[in-house]
């Protein structure tokens, strides 16, 4: 799933993607609200780490549905 997150005072967004579901996510910016940081990893096991107090906005795609055989997408 590809998660963009967009950082106040700051042009560009983080975008990377991650394994993670959407309920994690969702749990983690939650849980960040009342914390010093959001968390998350993406797909590879890197660390994304970004101050809550700078937190713009997080946003998700669809989660990945694995298939199959041939031209499984």
Partial sequence: MEVRIGVQHVAREITFETT???DEIIEAVRNARSGEV????????G?????SSS???VTMGAERKTGVG???H
């Fill in 47 to 51: 660390r994304i780490i970004v101050p």
């Fill in 20 to 22: 993670l579901s959407a």
């Fill in 55 to 57: 937190i713009g906005y």
């Fill in 70 to 72: 041939f031209g499984a």
């Fill in 38 to 45: 959001l968390e998350l990893t993406d797909e590879r096991g």
